[in-house]
Each structure stands twice: as structure tokens, then as C-alpha cells.
């Protein structure tokens, strides 16, 4: 069975010791010609339960070499698939992948950018006026439970958050950088800061009163796995921690193809209490395609608009759990601390449904994922969207 608690040692054992070369009698499966072939890919390695308090020994014993802080490997590029297949070998190595870039989920489409102008009506915001009614009506309010989401935590892993905006003020914090040349938790590029509004900003927030932990995996240019591996388990050992279970993490990231890593650490996440609410892509393709969307323990979401259309990017199928709005949404932005701007994705629909999750916990309590999962379709509307591939959708309602 997985254990994700040894990865976490594993990383955090490679940062501390100074590599003294051991000489126990580990049954070395790769031979030192293999190992210093060994030079610059990165590898996602997970091991199993019991080689936890042999793996540093071991793999720097039958490796002879010196592993860098928190990359677990290096792998000649010359013959990729030879060397991943002998690190497999390692004794209590449980899976091995290579570490590709991961991109975000806002779509390509220029933004609008609207700089000093926070919207102080509870009208103007589409997105908010429309998931507190089931049938399409826009009333030109929103309405929430006065909870708002009191005491929940959700971790947006993403580019960064401008944490001095006003949107967010008392509410958030940083939990850790984990992506390569990230200086500390800012945000280059807007992405994060703008699903963070989305979740829990004071204007543009869904859940307006929970808490936001920043947990940064990107930088300007996206990430690759390696950093939302680490990130993902940081929030586990963060939960594990804390003393308020009511965790959620958006994950606002997708990749190109499954990946086995990604799709086992969501699954730890939800098995450990951690609800995870993950994008379905924009791709205009089946969401089973990508992860963290096709994994069935995460809350995925597809994007709509105004009207209760489907976006024509977002990803659709049977992997989708909701739709949510996720065209023209207006919500905090970089610039500065006033700073707001619209995007497209179903990275701003996802976190519409983070949001629901918070107010929910903050109205009935919390419950285990897979309940929370059910609590939410069964809040929401059925089959007012076209969902390809399937024959039933659903779309986001607050509790009321
Ligand atoms: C080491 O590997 C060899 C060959 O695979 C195997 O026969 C032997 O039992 C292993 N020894 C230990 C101690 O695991
Ligand atoms: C921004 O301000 C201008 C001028 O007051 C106004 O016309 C526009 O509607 C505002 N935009 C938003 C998104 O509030
Ligand atoms: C929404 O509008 C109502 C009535 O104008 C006002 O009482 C309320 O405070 C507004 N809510 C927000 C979140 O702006
Ligand atoms: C969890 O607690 C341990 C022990 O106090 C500490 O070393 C570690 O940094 C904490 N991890 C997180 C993610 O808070
Ligand atoms: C994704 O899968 C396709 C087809 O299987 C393959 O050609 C491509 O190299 C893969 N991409 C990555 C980043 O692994
Ligand atoms: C998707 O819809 C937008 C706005 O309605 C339109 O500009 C764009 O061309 C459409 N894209 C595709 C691929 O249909
Ligand atoms: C942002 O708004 C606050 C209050 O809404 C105001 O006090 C402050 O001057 C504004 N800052 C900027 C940079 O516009
Ligand atoms: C939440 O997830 C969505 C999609 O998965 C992503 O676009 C957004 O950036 C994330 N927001 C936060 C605050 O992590
Ligand atoms: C969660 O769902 C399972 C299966 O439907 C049920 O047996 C269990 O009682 C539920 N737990 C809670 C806390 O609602
Ligand atoms: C539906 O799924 C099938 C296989 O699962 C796939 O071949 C087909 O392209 C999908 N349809 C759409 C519209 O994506
Ligand atoms: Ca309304």
C-alpha cells in the first residue's frame, strides 16, 4: 500500500544528511556503470510502507551518488525509459515517474484586465447571483449562509497569491513554496490570486469568511509535477497537523496525460479527510483523459456561462462531478491591492465549488470526502447543462 509520509521523509532525509556513503548489505539492483549514467531528469518516486527506514541507505548506497535537495533524481536523457525501468528495480521503490510540465486551466484568451475598480454592488457579479438559485434567475443577489465559510481552510496550490489584497485581509496566510526559482509565495502571474478571490475574496468570494493557506507549486511559466507532488504533500502533513480538520485544496493545475503519481496523492489526500475539488481542464475533451480531474475521489468541474451553457473549452464526460461558472469571471488580480480583472476556465469555475464545500462545512459540519461529494450533487440542479459522454450533469447550488 501506498504511504505518501514516506515520500515526504524520503525528500526531507535527502535535505538533511550530508551523505555519509553507508555499506550495509542492500541488494543493490542497479549497478554503478547504470548509476552514473544518472544525470538530469527528475523522477517522482514513491516507495512503500516498509522501505522507509532503509530507502536513504539504500538508494545511496546502490546509487553512489550524491541526490540533491528535495530532486530525487537525475536520469540521463539519453535513454530515459532504460533508466526509469532500472530505478523501478530499487528495492521498495513502489512507482517511478518522470516529472513533466503541468499547466494551468485559465484559458488562453487575453484577459481583460480591470485595475481599480473593485465592484462594490453585490449585483454586478453574474457568477455569484446565479449559484444560489436552481432554476436560472438572476436577482442581483447573492445569497449564502452567514457562516461563509468561518474556520475552513482551503489551500489554493497554484502560481502564488498577492496576499496583501484587500479581498483577502485576516484571512490568509502561506503555507509553503514548492515550485523551482520561486522566491516566496507572490504571484507572478495572477492565476492564483484571482481563484483565491473566487473562493473566499470579501467582494468576489463564494465562501467569504474561510480562510486562505497559499501554497505556491507554479511560477510564471506554470510547473511540473515534481512541485505539485511536494505541494499535495504538504497540505497532508499540514492537515495531519492541525487541530481544524476542515481542509479542501483546489487544484487548479492539469496535465496532458494520466498521471499514476498525481492520481495516488489525490487519493491519499481524500483517504486522510482532505476534500479535493479539482479543475476538469480546458481541452474540450473527455476529463478521464487528465488528472487530477479523472480521479473519482477528487470533486471535478466543468465550466458554463450566463446562460447555463457549457464553455466551449472546458472538458466534459463522465469524470465531470459539477458545472460551475467559469466564463467572464471578475475576481481579484496583481496589479495591486485593489486590483480586479476577468477571466475564463474551469479554474475559476472550480473554485466557485471550494467555496460551496467551506460554506457547507461551516453551516452542517463537516463530513468524510465521499459524503461531501454526494452532499454537494444533491444541493445542486440536475441536467440543466449538455454534458458529452454522459447522459446527467449537474449544476452548483449553495446550501440554502
Ligand atoms: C538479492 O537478490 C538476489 C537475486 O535477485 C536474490 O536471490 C536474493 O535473495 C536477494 N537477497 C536479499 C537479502 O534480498
Ligand atoms: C469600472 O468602473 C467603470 C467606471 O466607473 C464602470 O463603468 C465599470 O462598469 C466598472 N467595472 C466593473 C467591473 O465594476
Ligand atoms: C448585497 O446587497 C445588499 C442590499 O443592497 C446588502 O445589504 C448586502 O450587504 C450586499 N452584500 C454584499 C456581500 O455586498
Ligand atoms: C508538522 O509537525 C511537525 C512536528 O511538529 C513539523 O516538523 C512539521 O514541519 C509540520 N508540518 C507541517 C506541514 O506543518
Ligand atoms: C502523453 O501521451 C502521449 C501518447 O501516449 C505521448 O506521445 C506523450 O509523449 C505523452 N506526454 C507526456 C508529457 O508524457
Ligand atoms: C468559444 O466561444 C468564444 C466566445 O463565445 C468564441 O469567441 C470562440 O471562438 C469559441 N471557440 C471555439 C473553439 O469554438
Ligand atoms: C483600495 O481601496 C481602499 C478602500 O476600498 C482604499 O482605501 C485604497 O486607497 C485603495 N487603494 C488603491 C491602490 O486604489
Ligand atoms: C482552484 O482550482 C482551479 C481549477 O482547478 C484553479 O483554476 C484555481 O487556480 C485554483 N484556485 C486556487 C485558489 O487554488
Ligand atoms: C457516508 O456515506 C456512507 C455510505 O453512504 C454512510 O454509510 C456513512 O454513514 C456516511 N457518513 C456520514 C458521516 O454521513
Ligand atoms: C466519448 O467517449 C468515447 C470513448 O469513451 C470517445 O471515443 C468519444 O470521442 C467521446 N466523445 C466525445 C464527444 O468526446
Ligand atoms: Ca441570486
Redesign the pocket.
Known sequence: MLNIYKVILFFTIICLIVIPIYSENFNCSITKAEATSITTEKFIVILDKNAANNHFNMLSTCLEKKVNNFDPFAISQEEPNKDENELKKVEGVQLVEKSFKIYLTRSMTTPTLEKNNLTKSNTSLYNLDRIDTGKRKYDGFYTYPTNAGRAVNAYVMDTGIRMTHHEFKGRIKLG?VFCNKCANGNDEFGHGTHVAGIIAGTTYGVAKLANIINVRIMGKHGGDLLAATKGIN?VI??H??ATNKNSIINMSFTTTNYSDALAALVKECTDNGIHVVAAAGNDHKDACLVTPAAVPSAITVAASDKLDKRANFSNYGPCVDIYAPGVKILSAFTSNDNDSAIHDGTSMSTPHVVGTVALYISTYGNLPPSNMSDAIISLATKNIIKNPNSTVSYFLRVPH
Request: charged share 15%; aromatic share 16%; hydrophobic share 15%.
Open positions: 509553503g504538504y502533513n499540514a495531519k497537523n
